[in-house]
């Protein structure tokens, strides 16, 4: 539905005279960047941006039994994924409204999430 041109502009007529005046000031206008109340220099910051919006997570106590020097990475990654349970298991793909079968892959047995790979699949074992 789009309005006639009387009255639109009608509407323009009604908006322009209740607009208020503009203020002149002979001092430009200027922006205080404040992410967190009462912390911060006021000048705009991406980083204190991006650390308002993300902050630190809780430190993570066991981390130098997964991350220490003489670690495989491919084992430490497995193991750090696992342990904050993000792995792209087949009961998350369900979870996330994915239509898959939630069989276990490597023995088709129960169904497949960490606990079960990691600990009661008879093939993993």
């Not at 203020?23 to 980083?47: H, I, K, L, N, Q």
């Not at 204190?48 to 997964?66: I, S």
């Not at 990654?77 to 087949?90: E, G, H, L, N």
Request: charged content about 20%; glycine content about 4%; some cysteine.
């Amino acid at each position: 539905m789009s309005l006639d041109r009387t009255a639109m502009r009608s509407m323009m007529m009604i908006a322009l005279t209740i607009a208020q005046e503009i203020m002149s000031s002979e001092v430009d206008d200027t922006y205080v960047w404040y992410p967190e109340p009462g912390r911060g220099t006021g000048t705009f910051s991406a980083r204190d941006t991006w650390r308002a919006l993300h902050p630190y997570p809780v430190e993570v106590v066991w981390h130098k039994a997964v991350w220490f020097s003489g670690r495989i990475p491919k084992h430490a990654f497995i193991s750090w994924v696992a342990a904050r349970d993000r792995m792209v298991t087949r009961d998350r793909l369900l979870r996330w409204g994915l239509t898959v079968p939630s069989a276990c892959m490597l023995c088709v047995s129960n169904q497949e999430n960490r606990e079960h790979l990691f600990f009661d699949c008879a093939y993993s074992n």
